[in-house]
């Protein structure tokens, strides 16, 4: 594995690339154009420049996270081959730039949904939270308002302006796509995305949705072990894989996540590894990385990763608010940097117990 920190890019992130060199044993950032649009192909240049910044700090740009889709993808109209041969194109140029891996969601409208962005905690931290019954009284055109007041000024990723201005005209767009109409979706742009990665070798991760359950009566389909074989299954390609994000698939304490992990083996391209506290069903907030301070056994999560031969990047995930830094909720320098240590440890035991 290779422990690696998310970076927004420059004038997009509190946290300095100067700061994340110093956190040991992180080789690279996990990075994007953050004002790029979806469905526009990307500049090299703009990679290049990513790259040099990161390079000048000893790191590498280890992935992308994310190249977003176009909505005409996801609902299978309007200019989705069009968007498609600028995604095509923006591959291109990542695997010319050697940049190998590249997570994404399908997500309809929302990438990610929480109903808290600063819950605060036992120990005076604060997080982001989820309440499922605070999102049924929710009209989801008053999502981004709750959420932008608390996002300590700045753009939560998935969650721009611009697009939310749009919100009624992307729930129009989505009536009448059903789970089986965005699964098939989802397979048409894999297959046509195939030849590129095949050529450029780029691992193509997808992120499972957040929560994995349906919101807002918007179909989902990485939520679960089920979901996430059907879709490997339907694009039987190396480089059509999945991001294993514990948080994410961890909303449902029905899903097994060293077991997802064995079921996955060879097909897991990027792991994003944090902590959830379960409260209740459908209420959960997010925790430090340690397992003692959450509901997963980080232990078991670890040791599953490093037992399939797991070799891609690792970020910590969201995490806390601590020790007064003001920073895009969940990503803060102080408690990621936590993680990343925990992390390492665990990854350091885990292989000198176990040398392959
Ligand atoms: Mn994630």
Known sequence: MKMTFRWFGPGFD???????????????????????????????GKVRTLKELAAKNGLEVSGIESVNIHDD????????????????????????????????????????????????????????????????????????????????GFILPGWEPERMARIKELFAAYEGVSEQNLFDNLVYFLKAIMPVCDKYDINMAIHPDDPAWP???????????????KMLNAVPNVHNGITLCTGSLGTNPQNDLPDIIRACKGRIHFAHLR???HEAPGKFE??????ADGTFDMYAITKALYETGFDGPIRPDHGRAIWGEVAMPG???????????????LWEAISKANPR
């Open 331 to 345: 990503y803060g320098l102080y408690d990621r940097a936590l993680g990343c240590a925990y992390l390492n440890g």
């Open 275 to 277: 902590n959830l506290w």
């Open 14 to 44: 509190s946290v300095k690339l100067e700061q994340i060199r110093q956190i040991p044993g992180v080789k690279g950032v996990i990075t994007t154009l953050y004002d790029s649009v979806p469905g526009e192909a990307w500049d090299a």
């Open 73 to 152: 993808i996801k609902t299978g109209n309007g200019r989705r081959d069009e968007y498609i041969e600028n995604y095509i194109k923006t591959l291109e140029v990542l695997g010319k730039e050697d940049i190998h891996m590249v997570c994404y969601n399908f997500m309809p409208v929302f990438d990610w949904t929480r109903s808290d962005l600063a819950k605060p905690r036992h120990d005076g931290s604060t997080v982001l939270a989820y309440d499922q019954k605070m999102i049924d009284a929710i009209n989801p055109a008053d999502m981004f308002g709750n959420l932008d007041a608390k996002s300590n």
């Open 286 to 291: 997010e925790a430090a990385h340690l397992s």
């Open 215 to 229: 919101v807002f009566d918007l179909p989902r389909i990485i939520t679960d072990k089920e979901h996430i074989l």
